[in-house]
């Protein structure tokens, strides 16, 4: 039982009737309440979690600032929690700087990605007066120059050359990634830039993935970026992996930020500001995702079906990722089953061969690790609405996103 209650939210308990409980409150509780899918966010784990990242940075580097990769999980509940706790936020475009100026975060503290920024993007974000944009092409120089009346700060990423041990969808260091500019290229954005009478050179960009858990390709990505040069600014991105499985080892956070601020130590000017961008690190284990078993069909595989699957989340089926899951009512150990979903592919898995006891239809269960990219990457697939999220801490539950409705399914057509 230890091993899956690891995997929940710092303070997740399993009480005297045998309920697994988070945020105080029982899961099996919240199904009723709320209805399945459901995702459940523990609140204070969230903000705790914040906490220990800008706190561990500004230990190593004062003045540094962390902003949070909103992309894993781009909701305005989650957006506000962050800020609240003094993180900044990174947008990856205009519907997630919608949802961080929604949140209160403050524009100076957004900072703007995009491989493929258009006019829109940028027109929005000089309008709420967003404090960085990341240059990641030439196109970007020309389209900001056209755009911005006044002056905006900006950013070069520059592509150090690192691969990192990760799923090669998430992997963006490598040097034919699609993200950002070869040292040689970054060179000419840098003149480009400097030679400009409305953009500012504040410095360097870099980033080489997600889910990575080891972290000496960090320090390697950091030794890539000095060899550019001396800046004011170096935002040393994200990318550090989350724990979900038994058999995962991410380094923690304070061990990550060694390895990353120690070879900013040795290779960047002292006096630089520094900014890192956490995202699925930040999140993942605040969050659990809550299903209703459905069906249960034996034969040469056991199925356990449940109300969800894809379209809730898309880890594993574009990743492979690997996701853990217990009956909430009946914590732990139980015979292997594929859990899986309702949707009309066979690649519809939550997890395969998961350890389920006693799974019957009717039952609860809950899903960990489920806070980073489930409901970013939330679908209508076969019709299926939207799964709600749900904040919970000290025993009481609110909703932060109302579940999608089949009247929503037809409110944009014309």
């Not at 940075?57 to 992309?71: C, H, N, T, V, Y």
């Not at 724990?243 to 900013?264: H, S």
Request: hydrophobic residues 45%; proline residues 4%.
């Amino acid at each position: 039982m230890s091993d899956v209650i690891e995997l929940f939210p710092p303070g997740a308990a399993v009480d005297e009737g045998g309920e697994l409980v988070v945020g105080g409150c029982r899961l099996r509780d919240l199904a009723t309440e709320f209805g399945t899918p459901a995702y459940v966010v523990d609140e204070a784990a969230l903000r705790e979690r914040a906490r220990e990242y800008r706190d561990e940075l500004s230990a190593r580097w004062p003045g540094a600032l962390a902003i949070f990769a909103s992309k894993a999980f781009p909701c305005t509940a989650v957006l506000r929690a962050l800020a609240e706790e003094g993180l900044g936020c990174d947008v990856a475009g205009a519907g997630e700087l919608v949802h961080a100026l929604a949140a209160g975060v403050d524009p100076g503290r957004i900072y703007l990605h995009g491989n493929a920024k258009t006019d829109e993007d940028l027109a929005r974000a000089i309008e709420a007066g967003v404090g960085t944009v990341v240059i990641d092409n030439l196109d970007d120089v020309d389209r900001l120059e056209r755009l911005v009346s006044g002056e905006q700060a900006v950013l070069v990423r520059v592509i150090p050359g690192v691969r990192p041990d990760t799923h090669a969808a998430v992997a963006t260091g490598q040097e034919d990634s699609k993200f950002g500019l070869a040292p040689a290229d970054a060179r000419r954005a840098i003149e480009r830039v400097r030679g400009s009478d409305r953009l500012r050179l504040d410095g360097l960009h870099v980033h080489i993935g997600s889910q990575i858990l080891d972290a000496a390709p960090f320090g390697q990505a950091v030794e890539a970026l000095a060899a550019v040069g001396e800046f004011a600014v170096y935002d040393l991105g994200g990318g550090l992996g989350a724990r979900y499985t038994y058999v995962d080892r991410p380094p923690t956070v304070a061990e990550y930020l060694d390895v990353l601020i120690g070879a900013a130590k040795a290779h960047l000017p002292s006096g630089a500001r520094l900014v890192i961008e956490p995202g699925r690190s930040l999140v993942a284990r605040a969050g659990v995702t809550l299903y209703t078993v459905v069906s249960v069909k034996r034969g040469a595989r056991t199925f356990v079906a449940v109300d969800g699957g894809m379209g809730d989340n898309l880890e594993v089926s574009l990743y492979g990722q690997r996701f853990e899951a217990t009956v909430a009512d009946r914590v732990g150990g139980g015979e292997s089953v594929d859990l899986v979903g309702r949707h009309c592919e066979s690649g519809d898995v939550v997890a395969a061969g998961v350890a389920l006891r006693e799974p019957r239809v009717g039952d609860v269960i809950a899903v960990p690790a489920t806070g980073a990219y489930c409901f970013t990457m939330r679908n209508g697939y076969n019709g299926a609405l939207r799964a709600p999220v749900v904040f919970v801490r000290d025993g009481e539950a609110r909703v932060v996103v109302r579940r999608e409705g089949y009247e929503d399914l037809l409110r944009l057509d014309a």
